[in-house]
């Protein structure tokens, strides 16, 4: 059967996609931000550790869905998904190539399960979904690894509870449980720490914060799923309640966990840079 085998977050800041595409990775002000994940880089790719499949909880930033179409969580089901174009082309990066069967499993699983997905067979996958792909594989000819994409909306009031979230991850791991093909899958959550683009507050940045975040999603995960949005906003700042879509990995991971790496960076373009890789214990 299939498995889930490790959890990934990260940020997932355009201007870190930006500073891959143009090649600033080894200027002064972007290496500290990228050496954090080259311990991910060389555990990800050993080959107890490579993923068949990669599904990754991300959010759209209006380029699959703008105020016309706000699906609270969206599966894509298709068999591959172009880069989006956010403005300034898309980024030369590989097309996203699906594994549609699993992707309609965890549709059907979840659906099933009382979990209301919208099933997506047409879209671009916009910076959300893309950079954490570079963090973790670099500049590569294709992804290594198959890849579902879960969109959740986060940046249209309302967004699902962090319990809700939870409990999706949970509804997930036993999807992917019951897939009969023999799969190393993990699951990643991507978006956050704190940041706020907008407003008086705009460039907060709560360190404190964020790193009991981190701190909890290993040892305290039950705080984190009952945190209501209004924390998000008052100590995360505006944007930071996309970390709600971390607890997605988080549940779907089990009771226990073992963190195997963490990385935390002030500041890579206006926000905090989290990463952290989490293996379940049975």
């Known amino acids: 059967m299939a498995r889930i085998t490790a959890g990934v977050t990260s940020s ?32 990800i790719m050993k080959p107890e550790n490579k993923p068949d499949v990669v599904i990754l909880v991300y959010n759209d930033h209006a380029s699959a869905f703008d105020m016309n179409l706000i699906p609270t969580f969206a599966i894509g089901c298709a068999d591959e998904f172009q880069p989006a174009d956010e403005g300034w082309g898309p980024r030369p990066v590989p097309v996203v190539k699906n594994h549609a069967d699993l992707a309609w499993h965890i549709a059907q699983s979840c659906i099933l399960d009382e979990f209301d997905m919208t099933i997506i067979n047409k879209m671009d996958v916009d910076h959300g979904l893309t950079v954490p792909l570079s963090l973790m594989f670099g500049d590569v000819k294709e992804w290594p690894c198959k890849v579902v994409p879960l969109a959740v909306n986060v940046v249209t009031y309302p967004p699902p509870s962090g319990n809700r979230c939870y409990n999706l991850g949970r509804a997930i791991r036993d999807a992917v449980e019951s897939f009969p ?15 706020q683009l907008q407003g008086t507050r705009a460039g907060l940045i709560n360190k404190e914060w964020d790193t009991a975040f981190l701190d909890d999603l290993t040892k305290n995960p039950e705080r984190l799923r009952k945190m209501p949005h209004i924390e998000y906003l008052r100590e995360a700042g505006s944007e930071g309640i996309e970390l709600v879509m ?29 990463h952290i890789v989490l293996e379940p214990v049975e």
């Open 12 to 43: 997932h800041v355009p201007a870190i996609g930006a500073a891959i595409d143009l090649g600033k990775t080894g200027e002064d002000y972007w290496v500290p931000a990228f050496a954090g994940f080259d311990w991910t880089k060389e555990w």
């Open 181 to 195: 093909e023999d799969l190393k899958v993990q699951i990643w959550g991507t978006g956050g720490m704190s940041h």
């Open 246 to 274: 971390w607890l997605i990995m988080r549940g779907a991971l089990g009771d226990n966990v073992k963190e195997l790496h963490r990385h935390y960076h002030v500041a890579a373009s206006n926000t905090a840079l989290g």
